[in-house]
């Protein structure tokens, strides 16, 4: 698939407004993908559901999410494994490989660039505040070998790889709590696995990929936020909110 469009700044250009017709096409067309999807535009960086038309007006105003490279939530990882066969899985796990930047998604996430990857540098010995502090954890954690020994995945990466296999493959929040305590069971001593699903998920609002739950209409007509925020029912196809 053709991402070349990305690297165009110039938002007006027609190639690149061509690209963001391009992939509403792609992302409108995955099984299951009714009236909204994900929003990957700069601003919403996919925590937000919209509407076609919505999200072609983000990403021709806002620009794409420079971060999100594989559209994992808009069928990219999919369709790789159903054109796939076993004996193409392992190239298809090293492509997934040279596609994660940890680094880079530390970066976007806490707005830093150009910064050394080194947790002892200051100037003047100033204590950092809250926000530098949570970036250094951060790439500390990216540099973490996940158990002694370890040089595959580090302490960081192997949370986001498992919580991104959890999102495709609709694993439930107990099932996630279990795999954890068996991970722990079997890695050697020392390892970084977290003890719960919950413990993982403040490593995704550290990288500033956390979420809040909103109610949709059973028909999709609406998300009851902002004027909706208190609706009991949809304004628009009278169902109510709740399920009896």
Known sequence: MDKSWLNIRNRVDQ????GVEGFLNWAFSQPGVN???RCPCKGCMNTVFKLKNNV???LLK????DSYKVWYLHGEVLARFENS???????????STEDDDITGMIH???GYTNVENNTNSSEGNEEPNIHATKFYKLLKDAQTELYPGCTKVSKLSFIVKLLHLKCLNHWSNKS????????????PDGSFVPTSFYEAKKVLRDLGLGYTKI??????CILYWRDYANAQSCPKCGKSRWKS
């Open 35 to 37: 009236t909204m999807i």
């Open 62 to 65: 806002k620009g794409f999410w």
């Open 215 to 220: 109610d949709a209409c059973q028909n999709d």
């Open 56 to 58: 072609r007006g983000d």
């Open 108 to 110: 976007d996430a806490c």
């Open 15 to 18: 190639r690149y407004r061509d």
């Open 176 to 187: 996630m709590d279990e795999l954890l305590i068996f991970f722990k069971e079997v890695l």
């Open 85 to 95: 066969n076993v004996t193409h899985r392992d190239e298809v796990e090293d492509d």
